[in-house]
């Protein structure tokens, strides 16, 4: 899976989370949480789906590294390699 | 050049140890002769040679096992000598090809398609949950087998609508329907207001090292905690957790909490999350990661929304410092908690940077006053300060 | 000790001895051929090799009529090419190609002829028995002048199924042979380990059946007692009992290590091999030369080699014709 | 339409096969003098003489391998086995042999073989005489299974069963032998068809042999609260009719199977497996089965009546699927 593919996929899951965002108009270097209305139980959804899809382990301590679009893609491509 | 190679000599028998030979380079041998004894699972057996020719070369030791068909050894054929046979021994051999074609599995028969115009393929599980949401499983085009309506297609389906709905009639009327209630609040309710500044630091570590033990799907959110303190707290001031009717405070038996939760796209709904005060806190996030999810899902049901003994207002991350909120009638209380981050105190004298978060009350003066408002937020402090015993 | 090796003169012409001893050869080399073809991985499964016993399969068949029936063993390759069918197709159905004589469905074990009216071999023992009773209870009823021969191991009557079967024969005084082939081991079990009364035709005798125990080493002694009992059959005697007493020179399959019997006894019952003993008697009355064993001995070695060669080329049956024959009449699918 | 009883009706088809066809006879244990264990031969030794109605000793393995020898032979043998109890005997013989040799052969020879066994309990035989082991012999390839529940299907099955070139097993249930039914003059039995004895849309009652009256029972019980249930006769239990199974459960949407032998790996079960395979989205309740108690069959009147599949319980299995 390269970093297109996995944006892709978290997007999807942003989407099935909060229906109302339009892909287009998300900026992938700006606060996720701060474009899309994400409280504590959205983030956790989120990322228990990134776990679930994409089978990726995200302790809490990481959530600081987690802001944004690109970091999050970023991150979970290290992972995956690392898994590899 | 001829080859001898170890035969296979038994329906189970993979390998054989070679134990002796019977035979010597340079000797002789005729069909059917036995020219080596092999070891097996069995017992030891004579091994024959059905080749005509003189021993070559013998190519496995003595006490070494090998699998069935190693070459054990070269023979020249009749009327071969060494040299000739040297250049012969280039050319590969073609290997039997393999007997076992790919077996065609024959796939049981897949439910057929329900005959056009009859109703629709829906699994039970999707069937079930279409009701519990009431949703109309025809306008749903299944993904399942030939079309049939999967679980998933039926969640899918609902999260869509309730997002898409919000916008349209229900927003309006739960606009309505808030308003009505605030301002009956507004109008009826002496409201008095009291805040305190609580220090998380205890509960944020029990917290951090409690979601190492626990899978993702486990995890604990900290509003949990704080829900399960609200409750411990209001055992020591129960007259804040009931109903104002017929102008007298009627105590509610169990501790009932409205959760407020912001709808979406607007609208704000606080269901009741049961009995928080005899919880784990696991079965108080299971619950409360249900509740979140059905509400925005627009299915909640109507006890759900009738009967929480107070409410707590929790702006979460995003929120500002601190939140005042207007009460629920026929409640008597709403406890709000601001954003939580790290801002200086001073603990024992020295200056520290400690996470913070601060708890406001709002009361009705007609069944509390300030003192009882403020033994409940002291309370509600000292019970964040022992995480463990939540 | 055992007895000498079969001898004296041979009463037959030198062209019907010399197709009994041809038979015997191509028995041999074919059976050698599949412990080659077995070692090469060619060959699967069980494989029990008739080296020793020819002479019982040739002199006993070549005393009965082509519409006979005949039932068999797993042991049954050398009766199979004695009734005629085709060493090709027996090889092929070793192979496990679609030209065998089964469509590579039987294998070794279970070679079946329709024309040859070889009603199979069968790996159940005692398993053909019932049925060898049943086809000469069809033959008696429909007045066919049939003897159905059944050849099975002196294993099988310990079997409920011999003492069923020899009964009800008897009882319906139906045609049919009981051809009991008594190579003294069942698998490992040699004869009086596994009989209280080892003395086969008195057990047999015990049913009102007539019995013969016959040298099964001598083809001609086999030939002649075969000879005899079926004409008594055919003439409506009722049934008969065979003992041919013979020997395997061979493990009871590829491979047993032989442990149930000492090598000691397998030489000595060597020297009473059914195909030197005949040819040295063919020799001494001059109805055979030893180029003419050589001759005979090529061409039959050169029949093993076609016959390998046809099953090596053979086709694999389709894997869609899997369900093909399981009923008679083709089944539309979706009532199976 | 004349009235007959079902022993009577089979009496009349193996006295019509031995009639126009020479080469059918009749072969089992006491078939001859004695007339039969279920008086079903009774007379037609005098009339047709021993060749032809055969008395055999007490050898199961030996003459129902005796009759698929006479078959490959060009006969067309009838071998009554008293019950399927001792059939267990002759198991190696039908499974081994009469059930493999068309295929094994390579096509070449087929077994015209009809084998009749009484089956089924509540004559209180007690365990050794009172199994139901249709579905061992429906779990074969190679062969047919028939049980003929009413006394039409008793005359009308035996001449299919004999025209067909491959063998045949036909299960009798006891209590069905004194059963009175009315029968047409010409007749109509195929021998691959289920049927429905009893057409309804509420619950799909499905079931074979000795059960079917107890299941109709239970219907009218149904009926008279306004519950219509269908009721499915198999009629062949191998291969099975699956498509009437699948077209009653579509209708109704529930099914009861109602089956005499023990519950795992009983014949119910595979019906129940076909239903999930090929009518899962037409379910609107769970599938359910009524058979014997897991238990070897009693003696005692009350507790063999208590093993057995009974109307009372079939009207609760109805009732539950049904939810009312």
């Not at chain 1, 109302?20 to 474009?35: F, I, K, W």
């Not at chain 2, 050319?91 to 090809?97: A, D, I, L, Q």
């Not at chain 3, 699967?44 to 399969?57: M, S, W």
């Not at chain 4, 699956?242 to 595979?270: H, M, N, P, Q």
Request: proline share 6%; aromatic share 6%; net charge negative.
């Amino acid at each position: 899976m390269n970093d297109k593919d996995i944006q892709s996929r978290i997007i999807a899951i942003i989407q099935s989370i909060a229906p109302e965002l339009e892909a287009g108009t998300l900026r992938a270097d700006q606060s996720l949480r701060r474009q899309v209305d994400l409280d504590s139980m959205d983030w956790l959804n989120v990322l228990l789906a990134i776990h679930d899809q994409l089978h990726v382990e995200i302790p809490e301590a990481d959530y600081g590294k987690l802001r944004t679009l690109n970091e999050l893609v970023a991150y979970v491509e290290l992972k995956l390699g690392a898994q590899a | 050049m001829l080859e001898f190679k170890l035969p296979s000599l038994g329906a189970d028998m993979d390998e054989g140890k070679l134990l002796e030979w019977r035979v010597k380079p340079g000797e002789a041998v005729k069909r059917g002769q036995v020219v080596a004894v092999v070891d097996t699972s069995k017992a030891a057996v004579d091994v024959e040679i059905w080749q005509e020719g003189t021993i070559f070369e013998q190519l496995v030791a003595i006490g070494a096992t090998v699998p069935v068909g190693t070459v054990l050894a070269t023979l020249l054929e009749p009327g071969e000598d060494a040299e000739t046979a040297a250049r012969h021994a280039a050319t590969p051999k073609p290997t039997p090809e393999s007997p076992v074609q790919a077996v065609a599995v024959s796939a049981p028969p897949a439910p057929s398609p329900p005959p056009p115009g009859q109703r629709k393929a829906v699994s039970p599980a999707a069937r079930a949950r279409a009701r519990e949401l009431d949703i109309d499983v025809d306008a749903i085009d299944g993904t399942g087998p030939h079309g049939a309506i999967t679980l998933d297609d039926v969640v899918r389906t609902s999260a869509q609508r309730v997002a898409a709905a919000v916008p349209a009639d229900r927003a309006t009327e739960m606009r309505k329907a808030i308003g009505a209630a605030m301002s009956r609040s507004k109008r009826e309710i002496p409201h008095y207001y009291l805040a305190e500044t609580i220090p998380m630091a205890r509960a944020a570590a029990w917290l951090a090292s409690a979601n190492e033990q626990r899978p993702i799907t486990a995890r604990l959110l900290m509003g949990v905690l704080q829900l399960k303190a609200v409750a411990q707290a209001l055992a020591q001031v129960p007259e804040l957790n009931g109903f104002w009717r017929d102008n007298a405070f009627q105590a509610a038996e169990g501790v009932h909490i409205g959760v407020a939760i912001a709808m979406r796209r607007g609208g704000l709904i606080a269901p009741a999350l049961h009995d928080v005060a005899t919880k784990s806190l696991d079965q108080l996030m299971r619950e409360l990661t249900d509740l979140v999810t059905r509400a925005r899902a627009g299915s909640l049901r109507s006890s759900e929304m009738s009967d929480p003994t107070i409410t707590v207002t929790n702006l979460g991350e995003q929120g500002t410092e601190s939140v005042f909120g207007v009460i629920y009638p026929p409640q008597v209380a709403l406890v709000g908690f601001g954003r939580m981050d790290t801002r200086p105190w001073i603990e024992n004298g020295l200056p520290c940077a400690v996470p913070l978060v601060t708890a406001s009350l709002a009361a009705d003066h007609r069944a509390s006053d300030g003192h009882s408002g403020a033994r409940f937020l002291i309370e509600l402090r000292e019970r964040l300060q022992h995480p463990e015993e939540l | 000790m055992i007895a000498p090796p079969p001898s004296g003169p041979v009463p037959y012409p030198a062209d019907f001895a010399l197709a009994l001893l041809r038979d015997m050869v191509r028995i041999r080399r074919f059976e050698e051929k599949c412990a080659q073809a077995y070692g090469e991985g060619k060959i699967r499964g069980f494989l029990h090799l008739y080296i020793g016993e020819e002479a019982v399969a040739v002199g006993a068949l070549h005393a009965l009529q082509p519409q006979d029936n005949i039932v068999a063993t797993y042991r049954e390759h050398g009766h199979a090419l004695v009734r005629g069918v085709s060493m090709n197709s027996i090889m092929a159905e070793m192979y496990g190609k679609r030209e065998g004589c089964s469509r590579g469905r039987g294998g070794s074990m279970h070679l079946f002829d329709a024309g040859a009216r070889l009603f199979g071999g069968n790996a159940i023992v005692g398993g053909g028995l019932p049925v060898a009773v049943g086809l000469a209870l069809a033959d008696q009823m429909q007045n066919a002048a049939r003897v159905t021969a059944c050849f099975f191991g002196e294993g099988a009557m310990a079997e409920g199924a011999f003492h069923e079967s020899i009964n009800l024969a008897a009882l319906w005084r139906l045609p049919v042979l009981f051809c009991c082939e008594n190579n003294l081991y069942a698998m490992g079990t040699a004869l009086a380990r596994s009989e209280s009364q080892t003395d086969l035709c008195a057990k047999a005798a015990a049913y009102n059946v007539p019995t013969l125990k016959v040298d099964g080493q001598d083809v001609v002694a086999v030939h002649e007692a075969t000879r005899q009992a079926a004409r008594a059959v055919r003439e409506g005697g009722g049934p008969c009992f065979i003992e041919y007493q013979t020997y395997r020179f061979r493990a009871h399959s590829m491979f047993d290590a032989e442990l149930y019997r000492d090598k000691q006894e397998v030489e000595e019952w060597k020297t009473r091999g059914p195909l030197h003993t005949f040819s040295a008697r063919l020799k001494t009355e001059g109805k055979l030369t030893e180029d003419a064993f050589l001759a005979l001995d090529r061409e039959a070695n050169a029949e093993v080699e076609r016959a390998a060669a046809f099953a090596e080329a053979g086709s694999w049956e389709p894997v869609e014709d899997l369900t093909r024959d399981v009923y008679t009449l083709a089944e539309p699918e979706s009532r199976i | 339409m004349t009235s007959m009883t079902y022993r009577d009706a089979m009496r009349a088809a193996i006295h019509a096969a031995l009639e126009s066809d020479p080469r059918v006879f009749l072969m089992g244990e006491d078939v001859g003098r004695y007339g039969g264990t279920y008086a079903v031969s009774k007379g037609l030794l005098e009339e047709f003489g021993p060749q032809r109605v055969r008395d055999t000793p007490l050898s199961e393995l030996g003459f129902v391998g005796a009759g698929i020898g006479a078959a490959l032979g060009g006969m067309r043998p009838i071998v009554e086995v008293m019950t399927v109890n001792f059939s267990l005997l002759a198991l190696d013989q039908i499974v081994n042999t009469a059930a493999l040799y068309h295929h094994m052969s390579g096509g070449q020879f087929s077994v015209p073989l009809v084998i009749r066994m009484a089956t089924g309990a509540g004559r209180q035989l007690a365990a050794q005489h009172s199994h139901s082991f249709e579905n061992w012999y429906a779990h074969i390839p190679g062969i047919k299974v028939l049980a003929p529940a009413t006394v039409q299907d008793a005359r009308d099955m035996l001449a299919p069963a004999l025209a067909d070139p491959d063998p045949v097993i036909i299960f009798e249930h006891v209590q069905l032998y004194n059963t009175e039914g009315e029968v047409s003059a010409e007749a109509h039995g195929d021998i691959c068809t289920a049927a429905v004895r009893r057409s309804g849309s509420a619950v799909s009652l499905i079931t074979y042999g000795g059960s079917l009256p107890k299941v109709l029972a239970a219907a009218d019980r149904l009926a008279r609260d306004g519950i219509e249930a269908e009721v499915i006769d198999l009629r062949v239990l191998r291969p099975l009719d699956t498509a009437t199974i699948v077209a009653s459960v579509r209708k109704c949407r529930r099914a009861v199977i109602i089956d005499e032998g023990w519950r795992t790996g009983s014949l119910a079960a595979e019906i129940m497996a076909r239903i999930v395979e090929e009518a899962f989205y037409d379910l609107d309740a769970p599938l359910a089965r009524v058979c014997s108690a897991e238990v070897p069959i009693p003696y005692a009147r009350h507790l063999e009546a208590a093993a057995l599949p009974q109307p009372e319980g079939i009207v609760a299995a109805a009732r539950a699927v049904l939810g009312r």
